[in-house]
Nanobody, 121 residues
Framework: QVQFVESGGGLAQPGGSLRLSCTAS????????MGWYRQVPGKQRELVAT???????RYAEFVKGRFTISKDNAKNTVYLQMNHLKPEDTASYYC???????????????WGQGTQVTVSS
């Protein structure tokens, strides 16, 4: 198992910014990427951004140009800088270590407890 320590969620105004961070207790063998997904109650979870072992990044269309993912390999920490936030970004954001693909979920993934992001005036 892998434990994640997530932080940085909270309340932001539309157009504002937040920065999420996630530190993993270890780097799971064979996992191909770390990243973030989000979920709103009653809706399916959706990947937001991922950072692959080879250094590649991927973003959901709805955050391109606004969010930036980065990773500190030495600290096993991944960050999500969220700018120009919109009310529709309100969700619980979860850190995830992806086993099979940098852009799809699998039964072998690990994820954290989540941090709430609320965008409201």
């Amino acid at each position: 198992q892998v434990q994640f320590v997530e932080s940085g969620g909270g309340l932001a105004q539309p157009g504002g910014s937040l920065r999420l961070s996630c530190t993993a207790s270890r780097n799971p063998a064979g996992h191909v990427a770390m990243g973030w997904y989000r979920q709103v109650p009653g809706k399916q979870r959706e990947l937001v951004a991922t950072f692959s072992r080879d250094g590649g990044t991927r973003y959901a269309e709805f955050v391109k140009g606004r969010f930036t993912i980065s990773k500190d390999n030495a600290k096993n920490t991944v960050y999500l800088q969220m700018n120009h936030l919109k009310p529709e970004d309100t969700a619980s954001y979860y850190c995830i270590s992806l086993k099979r693909s940098s852009w799809s979920f699998s039964e072998y993934d690990y994820w954290g407890q989540g941090t709430q992001v609320t965008v409201s005036s």
